[in-house]
């Protein structure tokens, strides 16, 4: 993960009916239901999986990503992405996937965008 500077942030985004768009929100409502099914087979529930995104975004923090800060992300098809990808919802920080072939020239050309 990467990031660049930027705003520091708070707030919690909001979906339509009201409650918080959050990982920590769906833990609350949804606790023990499944949250993710991965291609072995493994199932994990909406506490397992917020206890990961806490832990990232905690990591973030610690590394003074918040709100407005661009976080940098070479995905792959598995939980890690996801768990990346809801860490950096959680600090309203926003996020672009880089290809995991792209040259360190493509990645600075596209950091140059965010």
């Known amino acids: 993960m990467r990031r660049r500077g930027g705003a520091a942030g708070g707030g919690e985004a909001r979906r339509a009916g009201g409650g918080a768009l959050?990982?920590?929100a769906a833990v609350r409502e949804?606790?023990?239901?499944?949250?993710?099914?991965?291609?072995?087979?493994?199932?994990?529930?909406?506490r397992a999986?917020?206890?990961e995104v806490a832990a990232a975004a905690a990591w973030l923090a610690a590394r003074g990503v918040g709100a407005g800060d661009p976080v940098e992300l070479v995905p792959a098809v598995d939980r890690r992405t996801v768990v990346w990808v809801?860490?950096?919802?959680?600090?309203?920080a926003p996020l672009y996937l880089v290809h995991p072939r792209a040259t360190e020239a493509e990645r600075a050309r596209q950091r140059a965008l965010v």
């Not at 949804?30 to 909406?46: P, S």
């Not at 809801?86 to 309203?92: C, D, G």
């Open 49 to 51: 999986l917020g206890e």
């Open 86 to 92: 809801l860490a950096a919802l959680e600090r309203r």
């Open 30 to 46: 949804a606790g023990a239901r499944l949250a993710l099914v991965e291609a072995d087979g493994r199932r994990t529930d909406w």
């Open 22 to 24: 959050s990982t920590a």
